[in-house]
């Protein structure tokens, strides 16, 4: 698609309900982020994917949080059990090549999570 | 880890003034970039520098890659109500291994321009 797309925008869950949240990146773009952003902070990494893949899953507060993409596209990030810690927006980002000097990030709009 | 300090935390300017906004490293980067987040939306990349030194215009915008490579300013010059907004910066390391796709994030400026 033109942008990157992630659905649901906004989201409401009980505690202790499991949420999945997803995104589509650009077409033909091989590296895919989950970044989470708490009110009022910066961007905190949670994992990349290159194509399907993920070198790096450090960010991964817990391991109530998992994410998994197929067919070097659609990715989903899933956290069971969500606690009120949780609400954040979640934002997804695909560039080019994961890495490679010149391809900038192009992020979605991200998930607006609220856990109640 | 890598972290990155970004200051000031929010700035309240008169249209027409300039900004200067900046980012320090505890350790080097290879890549430095600018963002810029409207209210709910995903950041959008303003500037992106590559080597040490280098000193890139965008229109108004105006950043710099420190000689050091631990450091990073935007400056915006001639402000207009609609560069609201947060700023972040963002640095990438190019050493290699697992870590080599991520991006580590400043804290944000807030910006608000009086008309």
């Known amino acids: 698609g033109a942008g990157v797309s992630q659905s649901p925008s906004n989201k409401v869950t009980e505690k202790g309900k499991d949420v999945e949240l997803r995104c589509d990146p650009i077409s033909g773009h091989t590296a895919l982020y989950w970044y989470r952003q708490r009110l009022g902070q910066g961007l905190e990494f949670l994992i990349y994917?290159?194509?399907?893949?993920?070198?790096?899953k450090s960010g991964l507060p817990s391991d109530r949080f998992s994410a998994e993409r197929t067919g070097e596209s659609v990715s989903t990030l899933t956290i069971q059990r969500t606690q009120q810690e949780d609400s954040a927006v979640y934002l997804c980002a695909s560039s080019l090549l994961a890495g490679a000097m010149g391809y900038g990030y192009t992020f979605g709009s991200g998930t607006r999570l609220t856990v109640v | 880890g890598q972290q990155l300090n970004q200051s000031p935390q929010s700035m309240f300017i008169q249209e027409g003034e300039d900004v200067s906004m900046n980012c320090t490293s505890s350790?080097?980067?290879?890549?430095w970039l600018w963002y810029k987040q409207d209210p709910g939306e995903g950041p959008v990349l303003l500037i992106a520098?590559?080597?040490?030194?280098e000193l890139t215009s965008n229109g108004r915008l105006t950043a710099q890659f420190g000689i050091t490579r631990k450091d990073s300013f935007l400056n915006i010059s001639a402000s207009i109500p609609s560069d609201v907004g947060i700023y972040f910066c963002a640095g990438r390391s190019n050493a290699g291994g697992t870590s080599y796709g991520k991006l580590t994030f400043g804290q944000g400026t807030i910006l608000t321009v009086h008309p």
């Open positions: 350790s080097i980067f290879n890549t």
């Open positions: 994917f290159q194509g399907n893949s993920a070198p790096d």
């Open positions: 520098l590559y080597k040490a030194g």
